[in-house]
């Protein structure tokens, strides 16, 4: 069983930082695809960023150069860094974990809301 954890978020004006956190327990494989993925009201979930346990990232186009996703393997933990938000960032973040199978993991959810 593997529980995903999330901390961070709130509200911020337009412009600030966010941080989130998501630290990973149970039994976890070694390889795993660490994500953020997020949904406002009324639009489906939608990827955010990804980071393989080797350190590889992908971001969404409307994110890059404005978050950056990283991990601590020791730890089992995932972060994502949110500078220059903005009012469209506004959503629920949930952190999810993948594993071969294909198997996800899911945490409950951060609301992040920006204003304007």
């Known amino acids: 069983q593997v529980q995903l954890v999330e901390s961070g978020g709130g509200l911020v004006q337009a412009g600030g930082s966010l941080r989130l956190s998501c630290a990973a327990s149970?039994?976890?494989?070694?390889?795993?695809?660490m994500g953020w993925y997020r949904q406002a009201p009324g639009k489906q979930r939608e990827v955010v960023a990804t980071?393989?346990?080797?350190?590889?990232?992908n971001y969404a186009d409307s994110v890059k150069g404005r978050f950056t996703i990283s991990r601590d393997n020791a730890k089992n933990t995932a972060y994502l860094q949110m500078d220059s938000l903005k009012p469209e960032d506004t959503a629920v973040y949930y952190c999810?974990?993948?594993?071969?199978?294909?198997?996800?993991?899911w945490g409950q959810g951060k609301q992040v809301t920006v204003s304007s």
């Open positions: 999810n974990l993948r594993v071969v199978g294909p198997l996800d993991y």
């Open positions: 149970g039994s976890i494989l070694r390889i795993n695809v």
């Open positions: 980071i393989t346990s080797g350190g590889s990232t």
